[in-house]
């Protein structure tokens, strides 16, 4: 029965990870016409969104219904894979550790997945007070909004665990473009999506919403990183 609420949020996000691994075209080369896999991904993330905004009370009173303590426990995880807090050091950790063992590629890889999430983030932190909607917590309609508000009530979208883990799935899968690891990144970005629907923190449409700007901004910045320091 839990399945309806993880395969909204897997699904869209999965094929943009995929489509975002499409490589840079080098310098002075005629661009490749877009694929049509990258088109279909958008119209079924773009139909999904649609229908995770016509569905967002239903999926908060379904999440919130089948709420237990061994969920709660199997749901925690969410908040080290998506949080600041966790995110950063991991970071910083990783690309000190590997420019001491010398290992300079896997720095650089590190650097650049560093830097699409800070993009992320900065985009995000930026449209949370400006686009004021409001949280499913707070017992109003979902399409309730309070533009510009400084109170975190009205700060549902876009979550900012999800922009945080698809950026970083998004870059790590572009960095190691193995089918294993985009697999594992779309499990990652449904758990942590799925994770802020249960805790009745954002609606789905949030999810889906965020899943989708979080990938588009890991994969600009890739995509420019790649352009202007020319190919590997």
Same mark, same amino acid.
């Given at each position: 029965? #839990?399945?309806?609420?993880?395969?909204?949020?897997?699904? %869209?996000?999965? %094929?943009?990870?995929?489509?975002? $691994? !499409? %490589?840079?075209?080098? *310098? /002075?080369?005629?661009?490749? *016409?877009?694929?049509?896999?990258? #088109?279909?991904?958008?119209?079924?993330?773009?139909?999904?969104?649609?229908?995770?905004?016509?569905?967002?009370? $239903?999926?908060?009173?379904?999440?919130? !219904?089948?709420?237990?303590?061994?969920?709660?426990?199997?749901? =925690?995880?969410?908040?080290?894979?998506?949080?600041?807090?966790?995110?950063?050091?991991?970071?910083?950790?990783?690309?000190?550790? !590997?420019?001491?063992?010398?290992?300079?590629?896997?720095?650089?890889?590190?650097?650049?997945?560093?830097?699409?999430?800070?993009?992320?983030?900065?985009?995000?932190?930026?449209?949370? *007070?400006?686009?004021?909607?409001?949280? %499913?917590?707070?017992?109003?309609?979902?399409?309730?909004?309070?533009?510009?508000?400084?109170?975190?009530?009205?700060? !549902?979208?876009?979550?900012?665990?999800?922009?945080?883990?698809? =950026?970083?799935?998004?870059?790590?899968?572009?960095?190691?473009?193995?089918?294993?690891?985009?697999?594992?990144?779309?499990?990652?970005?449904?758990?942590?999506?799925?994770?802020?629907?249960?805790?009745?923190?954002?609606?789905?449409?949030?999810?889906?919403?965020?899943?989708?700007? /979080?990938?588009?901004?890991?994969?600009?910045?890739?995509?420019?990183?790649?352009?202007?320091?020319? *190919?590997?």
């Amino acid at each position: 029965m #839990r399945l309806p609420l993880i395969a909204l949020v897997a699904l %869209p996000l999965c %094929p943009r990870v995929v489509s975002a $691994q !499409s %490589p840079v075209p080098a *310098p /002075g080369a005629t661009p490749k *016409p877009a694929f049509g896999g990258e #088109r279909a991904a958008w119209v079924a993330s773009s139909a999904l969104l649609a229908a995770s905004v016509a569905f967002d009370e $239903q999926l908060r009173s379904f999440a919130v !219904s089948h709420q237990s303590r061994e969920l709660d426990r199997l749901s =925690s995880g969410a908040d080290v894979l998506g949080t600041a807090g966790h995110i950063v050091p991991a970071l910083v950790g990783t690309y000190v550790t !590997s420019r001491l063992l010398g290992q300079n590629r896997f720095a650089k890889a590190t650097l650049h997945v560093g830097l699409s999430y800070a993009m992320a983030d900065a985009i995000e932190s930026l449209l949370k *007070p400006t686009v004021g909607r409001v949280r %499913p917590s707070v017992g109003r309609e979902p399409l309730t909004f309070r533009p510009l508000s400084a109170s975190g009530n009205y700060q !549902s979208f876009p979550s900012a665990h999800v922009v945080h883990i698809a =950026s970083l799935g998004t870059a790590v899968a572009m960095e190691a473009p193995r089918p294993w690891v985009t697999a594992l990144a779309g499990a990652a970005m449904a758990y942590v999506g799925a994770q802020r629907v249960y805790r009745n923190q954002h609606w789905s449409s949030d999810v889906v919403a965020s899943g989708m700007l /979080g990938i588009e901004i890991a994969r600009t910045t890739m995509h420019w990183l790649e352009t202007r320091e020319g *190919p590997r």
